[in-house]
C-alpha cells in the first residue's frame, strides 16, 4: 500500500483518498497540532509531540529551581525513546509477519490516544488550575506515548509516502518549503537561460503540494485545541484525534485488504 494520487480511470475510494500524501499528511500533522497544543495549555507548558521543547523548559525550571517540573519534563525524553523503540520493534514484527505497518501502527497510535483520554479524564476532570506534579506526570507521560508512536510511524511506515515528511514537528518543514519557495522564484527568474530551470521548479512545485498540507495541518490542530479546551475545559476533546486516527487506521487495513485481495 503506498499513499499516492489516483490514477486516471482508477474507481474513487475514500479509503485510498485519506491515505494519498496529501489528506494523510495533513490529518496526522492536525492530530499532533491539536495533542500538542491541549497537552501544552492544560498541562502548564509539557509538549507531548517532541522532545525539544520539553529539554528547553526543563532548564528553564532549573534555573527557577522548580525540581518538580525538572524532573518530569527530563522524565519525558526516555519515555518518548522507550515508546519509539517499541513501536520500531512493532513495525518490524509486523512486516516480519506480512501485516500492514501503517495500519499496524495507526492502530497501535488509537490505542495509545484512548488510554491517554482517559488517564486525563480519569485523573483531570476539569482543567487543572494549579501545578500539581502528581497529576502532570502520568497524563504527559501517556500523551508523550502517543505521539511517540506518531514519530516513529513517519519513519517505519516504509513506501507509504513518496518520500518522509514530519507531521509532529514544523521547523524541519517551514525550513523546506522556505527553500523550495526560493527555488521557484529562483527558476521562474532564470527558465529563459537555464534548460534545468523548468524541472527545479516543477520539484519545488510538488514538494510544496506535500510539505504546505502537513503545516496548515498542524497550525489548524493547534487553533482547534485552543477553541476546544476553552470551550469544554475539559480533556474530552481529545475524542477528536482519537476518531481520526482510528479511520485512518479502518482505511489502512481496507486499502491492504484490497491490495491483497486477487484482481
Given amino acids: 500500500m503506498v499513499a499516492t494520487s489516483r490514477a486516471d480511470g482508477e474507481t474513487f475510494r475514500l479509503s485510498s483518498f485519506l491515505l494519498s500524501d496529501g489528506p494523510a499528511g495533513f490529518l496526522l500533522s492536525w492530530v499532533a497540532g491539536f495533542v500538542d497544543t491541549s497537552a501544552f ?19 528553564s525550571s532549573f534555573v527557577a529551581s522548580d525540581e518538580g517540573s525538572t524532573v518530569t519534563r527530563l522524565l519525558m525524553l526516555p519515555i518518548f525513546m522507550l515508546t519509539v523503540a517499541i513501536t520500531s520493534l512493532v513495525a518490524r514484527f509486523a512486516r516480519g509477519k506480512k501485516w500492514p505497518v501503517f495500519a499496524v501502527l495507526l492502530t497501535l497510535e488509537a490505542i495509545a490516544l484512548a488510554v491517554f483520554l482517559v488517564v486525563a479524564t480519569s485523573l483531570s476532570p476539569s482543567l487543572l488550575v494549579d501545578v500539581q506534579e502528581d497529576l502532570i506526570f502520568p497524563i504527559a507521560m501517556t500523551g508523550v506515548v502517543a505521539m511517540a508512536i506518531q514519530n516513529a510511524l513517519m519513519k517505519e511506515a516504509k513506501g507509504v509516502f513518496k518520500s518522509y515528511i514530519p507531521t509532529t514537528v514544523m521547523t524541519g518543514n517551514t525550513t523546506q518549503i522556505t527553500i523550495d519557495i526560493v527555488q521557484y522564484i529562483v ?6 537561460k537555464n534548460p534545468q530551470a523548468s524541472q527545479e521548479v516543477a520539484e519545488a512545485v510538488e ?19 485552543v477553541y476546544f479546551v476553552m470551550v469544554s475545559e475539559t480533556w474530552w476533546s481529545l475524542i477528536i484525534p482519537l476518531i481520526i486516527i482510528s479511520v485512518m487506521a479502518i482505511a489502512a487495513f481496507k486499502e491492504h485488504a484490497q491490495a491483497s485481495s486477487p484482481a
Fill in 41 to 59: 495549555i492544560i498541562l502548564f507548558g509539557i509538549f507531548t509531540a517532541h522532545v525539544t521543547g520539553n529539554i528547553a523548559l526543563a532548564g
Fill in 187 to 192: 527558476g521562474k527568474l532564470t527558465m529563459h
Fill in 207 to 225: 514538494r510544496m503540494g506535500r510539505v504546505f498540507p502537513v503545516i496548515l495541518g498542524f497550525a489548524l490542530g493547534g487553533a482547534s485545541a
